[in-house]
Nanobody
Framework: QVQLVESGGGLVQPGGSLRLSCSTSGSIFNFNAMGWYRQAPGNQRELVAKLSGSSPVYADSVKGRFTISRDNTENTLYLQMNGLKPEDTAVYYC?????????????WGQGTQVTVSS
């Protein structure tokens, strides 16, 4: 059973930085795509950034501020968030996807709260 454990959320002032981590119990090479989503109160879950193929993909709202990366030896996915804004406040979830014969199977982290406020 795949388990994803997130860490790194918290309270930060506008303009500050946080780094989120998402560690998997298995090898990161087992997965075909990885990404970060967020969900603010009253909103739908939205894509923040993902790794699928050769180049990362970012939501327009975070381009130039957030960076997604992976550490293959630590089996960990990261999201470096700089220049945080109050509108970045949300619960952040990592997701790892495996392509199976029956279609893609998605695993989610437990979520970590990010609050940007002065």
């Amino acid at each position: 059973q795949v388990q994803l454990v997130e860490s790194g959320g918290g309270l930060v002032q506008p303009g500050g930085s946080l780094r989120l981590s998402c560690s998997t119990s298995g090898s990161i090479f087992n997965f075909n795509a990885m990404g970060w989503y967020r969900q603010a109160p009253g909103n739908q879950r939205e894509l923040v950034a993902k790794l699928s193929g050769s180049s990362p993909v970012y939501a327009d709202s975070v381009k130039g501020r957030f960076t997604i990366s992976r550490d293959n030896t630590e089996n960990t996915l990261y999201l470096q968030m700089n220049g945080l804004k109050p509108e970045d406040t949300a619960v952040y979830y990592c997701d790892f996807v495996i392509n199976t014969a029956w279609g893609p199977k998605t695993y989610w982290g437990q979520g970590t709260q990010v609050t940007v406020s002065s």
